[in-house]
């Protein structure tokens, strides 16, 4: 659970300060701020995000059997990005301007998850 916890704030530092000088609308004021979103991140993730993935999975239920599955391939992305705009609204050094810099910071925060774990 540690190794997953540490995993998790690496991954959304890592992508935040990327996303920061990539996607417009997304703003770090102050550098260190990284590492707090990262533990806020990852602290959201760990208490909250098991109950957005079990609400999202009914939500979903639906258009899951009507498309066989199609929304969950999303659904990682989705949960990622309500995190995000949580912690967004919990950082005051932190800002994300509009959806779509919310949703490719959330992208960028899902592919680095996925990627970590992978190369250490």
Request: proline share 4%; glycine share 8%; aromatic share 12%.
């Amino acid at each position: 659970m540690l190794k997953t916890f540490v995993s998790q704030a690496i991954a959304a530092g890592l992508a935040v300060l990327i996303a920061s000088a990539v996607i417009p609308g997304v703003r770090i004021r102050k550098g260190n701020t990284a590492i707090g979103i990262a533990f806020a991140f990852a602290l959201l993730n760990l208490f909250f995000g098991w109950l957005v993935k079990v609400v999202l999975a009914i939500v979903l239920l639906p258009a899951a059997l009507l498309t066989f599955g199609l929304p969950y391939l999303v659904f990682g992305l989705l949960v990622n990005a309500i995190l995000l705009y949580v912690t967004d609204k919990l950082i005051d050094d932190f800002e994300i301007k509009g959806f779509w810099p919310l949703v490719g910071t959330a992208g960028l925060i899902s592919v680095a998850a996925w990627l970590l774990p992978r190369l250490f």
